[in-house]
């Protein structure tokens, strides 16, 4: 589309955001997530074909529907303090009905069910903007209401997202579907710890988008779509299959690789209050998820030819410029060392 | 410490800068130079541990699994040079790679003081030994083991990262140097059974335990040599060693958590040495017989006593070294006929005499033959479980019957008879192989000379 026009709504989408972000009035919160909701939708749709309409339509109902609870909550909660001021919610309804929305626009279980569908609608980039920015406006807000929000909603909503996320990814052979399976799992993490620590939810946030930008960057790089085309970048660049490994293995959560950071401070964070059950099990079911991230790098760098043969090349265009993938893949694969630094987030 | 470590790393940026004909050379010759380093540090006063920083000690328990880590690496970079040979140099050179990142990771999980960086290392040997496992490996099945082997490792160590936290947030510290001195008694409860279980599965799934090994067989018989010997060697013992840390902090449980797992090792170690005699496949044989000896040190470290302690470091750096020359011989056999099957190459000691001599001093080391360190650590493990009850002698005698009945079937299927007919045309055995075996050897006998530097702590 024209340049000025694209340039206009990608910036109406960051307006959005920021309004929501550093508001401290409940109305501007909710046009903010509005104004964002809108002007994503042209982006959404930058090929005109059925596919991306269903996508879009499914994505504008859902978040609609999420800004109308979002906008009861905020009446009840006007109702019973008198005041528009986000601070913490004073009423246990508002708050569960608060929660619910913000569940439904992050795609939480059990509101997940749009994630999957809609991101394998959409061309790459746009997913990529879907499971990364998109995911900023609502994880602020439960990050200020987090001492007011019911312990065991948040905590089942967590679990369960944990285990959809590794179960529902398990039978994908897209790989915007299992991009937006991790990303369930990965938001449940970030709930699992909301009421204790919110930093570490800050800190799971920005490693798991560095980890999504790697990834997706380097599917458009190698504009891989399913788990087969993917498997056919040995040909294009071999130096891409070593990365994508890396990465997968980061966002698996194996040491020593960063991401086993938030996922080791989380636990340690539930653990010291007195919690030990819990991040047992949410350990556990993290494997389903590292279980169909290692078919995938066993599809792409694990098993490769020892020589040239007559396997199809995917065609070679001319080659995208990814600008900052270097900078990424460092920074999603080596922080580990550097956990001691956590501090400065206080 | 880091005149061991800071050699190790930079030995990944001197593959990468070498020259095609010098990486093997200049990769063997330094890393046999830093494992002259490292025996250093056997030189250990008595009862107490060499504390070099906040990070890094070693104590006479350490020190010769540290030794037995890096004089392994020059044997492993010498062993995979035949099968790598035809590889393009950047593959060569990503092998290299990882072997000498799965190193450094070892090198620093022996040498930890704090028991979560114990844990992070641990968990970080996984990633290098999967990626040769499942990379170079040379059948099919190979994906299924890498798959078995992440997945029983991980499922066994998540619940200890949780029992490591829980236990900092009781005392304070996972120093290990602090740890051994004010350590109190854990009361007796459900939730402190649960602990002591989630600390000891890691380990048990790596020694393996009798119930939990089928991940071994798989990984051995599908690693490309260097993984099998560095599995067999030394990513086994940290299971070991892990135990044998560990359970300075876990009693009195013990003393009623240990009997079944004893009752597994007890039993696991006859039924998977009966195995080894019906084995067709000669690494699978092997693997076997690596289950079954780390049995043995499965029931030594729980048993808890100074001679069940000092028989099995001994056992764990004797069936280390035994284990990957075993492991060498079965790949010579197997880089000349491209088979496994033990039948197929009969017969070899009429063509390669030396060889067959190499396979006499393994298979004699692997039964625990008098003076070698191998029958010093069984000896002491088979005294120490005796006295803690006598019924015992009768499983550790039967184990030893079939232990020595097994080595001797293998040397004999493979050296011994006529040779088969087709087997005339194998090349005959490299200066490189015998080195290998020679330095495989030659530790394992001097050792016996002077045993009391890998008996342990409770010396």
């Known amino acids: 589309m024209n340049p000025l026009i694209f340039t206009t709504i990608l910036m109406t989408v960051l307006l959005g955001t920021m309004i929501v972000m550093m508001s401290s009035h409940w109305l501007m919160i909710w046009i903010g997530f509005e104004m964002n909701l809108l002007a994503i939708i042209p982006i959404l749709m930058k090929k005109y074909n059925p596919r991306t309409m269903e996508a879009s339509t499914k994505y504008f109902l859902t978040q609609a529907t999420a800004s109308m609870l979002l906008m009861m909550a905020i009446i009840i909660n006007l109702m019973h303090s008198g005041q528009w001021t986000i601070t913490k919610v004073f009423n246990p309804t508002a708050s569960i009905i608060m929660t619910s929305a913000l569940a439904m626009k992050l795609g939480l279980t059990p509101f997940h069910f749009w994630v999957p569908e809609v991101t394998q609608g959409i061309s790459l980039t746009s997913g990529l903007i879907l499971l990364t920015w998109q995911k900023l406006a609502p994880m602020s807000i439960l990050y200020q209401i987090s001492p007011s929000i019911n312990l065991n909603i948040l905590l089942t909503m967590a679990v369960l997202s944990i285990l959809v996320g590794g179960w529902g990814g398990l039978n994908q052979t897209q790989l915007r579907k299992i991009m937006a399976y991790s990303s369930i799992a990965h938001m449940g993490w970030m709930t699992a710890v909301l009421a204790y620590n919110p930093t570490l939810t800050m800190l799971n946030m920005l490693i798991y988008i560095m980890m999504t930008l790697t990834m997706f960057m380097l599917f458009i790089h190698s504009s891989s779509t399913t788990t087969l085309s993917l498997s056919h970048t040995w040909n294009k660049t071999p130096l891409t299959t070593t990365l994508i490994l890396i990465t997968l293995l980061s966002m698996g959560g194996l040491p020593p690789l960063s991401g086993f950071m938030p996922k080791w401070m989380i636990i340690q964070e539930l653990t010291k209050n007195n919690s030990i059950i819990l991040p047992t099990l949410m350990a556990i079911m993290a494997l389903l998820n590292l279980y169909f991230y290692m078919r995938l790098t066993y599809s792409t760098s694990l098993t490769m030819f020892p020589s040239t043969n007559n396997m199809k090349m995917k065609w070679q265009f001319e080659t995208k410029r990814i600008t900052f993938l270097p900078p990424l893949i460092v920074m999603s694969s080596l922080l580990l060392p550097l956990t001691p630094m956590l501090s400065i987030l206080d | 410490m880091l005149k061991i470590i800071i050699p190790t790393i930079m030995l990944m940026p001197l593959t990468w800068l070498s020259k095609k004909n010098m990486i093997w050379i200049n990769t063997t010759t330094y890393s046999l130079l830093i494992s002259l380093i490292s025996l250093s540090l056997l030189n250990q006063p008595s009862n107490n541990s060499l504390n070099f920083s906040l990070m890094f000690f070693s104590d006479p328990l350490s020190a010769p699994l540290l030794v037995l880590t890096t004089w392994l690496l020059p044997l492993m970079l010498m062993a995979s040079q035949h099968h790598l040979s035809k590889e393009p140099l950047t593959r ?155 359970t300075t902090m876990l009693n009195p449980q013990t003393s009623f958590m240990a009997y079944p797992f004893l009752m597994l090792s007890l039993w696991g170690m006859i039924m998977t040495s009966s195995i080894c005699l019906r084995q067709t496949d000669l690494k699978s044989l092997i693997a076997y017989s690596s289950v079954s000896h780390m049995a043995l040190v499965i029931v030594a470290v729980l048993i808890q006593t100074p001679w069940s302690y000092m028989g099995a470091t001994a056992l764990m750096i004797a069936h280390g070294l035994t284990s990957s020359m075993l492991f060498c011989l079965a790949n010579s056999n ?87 007919h087709h087997i005339n045309s194998i090349k005959p055995s490299f200066t490189r192989e015998n080195a290998l075996m020679a330095l495989h050897m030659t530790p394992l006998l001097l050792l016996s000379l002077n045993p009391k530097i890998i008996l342990g702590f409770t010396y």
């Not at chain 2, 190193?103 to 844990?119: G, W």
């Not at chain 2, 936290?165 to 649960?194: E, H, K, M, R, V």
């Not at chain 2, 005294?383 to 079937?409: D, E, K, Q, R, V």
Request: glycine fraction near 6%.
């Open chain 2, 92 to 246: 060569k050179k990503l092998y290299i790679t990882m072997l000498t990142m799965l190193q450094t990771f070892l090198i620093m999980t022996f040498t930890a003081t704090e028991l979560i960086s114990f844990y992070i290392l641990f968990e970080a040997t996984l990633v290098p030994t999967l990626i040769i496992i499942t990379r170079w490996g040379n059948q099919t099945e190979r994906l299924n083991a890498g798959l078995y082997f992440l997945f029983y490792t991980l499922m066994g160590s998540l619940p200890l990262l949780v029992a490591l936290i829980s236990i900092q947030n009781l005392t304070g510290s996972l120093n290990f140097l602090l740890i051994q001195y004010w350590n109190q008694a854990l009361p007796d409860s459900w939730s402190n059974i649960f602990l002591w279980l989630a600390c000891m599965m890691a380990f048990m799934v790596k020694m393996p335990l009798y119930g939990l090994h089928l991940w071994l067989p798989k990984a051995h018989v599908e690693a490309p040599i260097a993984g099998s010997m560095v599995l067999a060697a030394i990513l086994l013992k940290l299971g070991g060693y892990g135990m044998l840390r560990i």
């Open chain 2, 334 to 420: 197997y880089e000349r006929t491209h088979s496994r099957t033990m039948i197929l190459a009969r017969g070899l000691q009429t063509l390669l005499p030396l060889m067959a001599a190499w396979w006499l001093l393994a298979s004699l080391t692997n039964l625990a033959l008098p003076p070698s360190i191998n029958l010093i650590g069984e000896l002491f493990v088979v005294m120490s479980s005796f006295s803690w009850s006598n019924i015992t002698i009768i499983l550790m005698g039967a184990n030893i019957t079939i232990t020595a009945l097994y080595s001797l079937y293998m040397l004999i299927t493979t050296q011994r008879g006529k040779y088969t």
